[in-house]
């Protein structure tokens, strides 16, 4: 079955960068869309980018520039830079992926706090 584990969160000051990484298995990993979402205390889900097999990516608007999602299919990764990180960044994000239509499958999250 698919599993995605998702790494690489923590605490940042305003201006600071993390890098998010997630793992995927139990499934072919290459024809796959994989994308990141995030969700703030009280806030619903939002997207914040993603990467197709072709590795056309896509971002949310609030990323202006700051976030790159490059995924690795040798490696059956997908990686999120977040750079020049902001307090309305802080949220959990979640790495994601879907067999067609909507996202199915979710890893367990990784927290992002910046201060």
């Known amino acids: 079955h698919v599993q995605l584990v998702e790494s690489g969160g923590g605490s940042v000051q305003a201006g600071g960068s993390l890098i998010l990484s997630c793992a995927f298995s139990g499934a072919t990993y290459s024809r796959r869309c994989m994308a990141w979402f995030r969700q703030a205390p009280g806030k619903g889900r939002e997207a914040v980018a993603a990467?197709?097999?072709?590795?056309?990516?896509i971002y949310g608007d609030f990323v202006e520039g700051r976030f790159t999602i490059d995924r690795d299919n040798a490696k059956n990764t997908v990686v999120l830079q977040m750079n020049s990180l902001r307090s309305e960044d802080t949220a959990l994000y979640y790495c994601?992926?879907?067999?067609?239509?909507?996202?199915?499958?979710w890893g367990q999250g990784t927290q992002v706090t910046v201060s």
């Open positions: 990467a197709d097999a072709d590795r056309r990516t």
């Open positions: 994601a992926t879907r067999d067609g239509g909507a996202y199915n499958y």
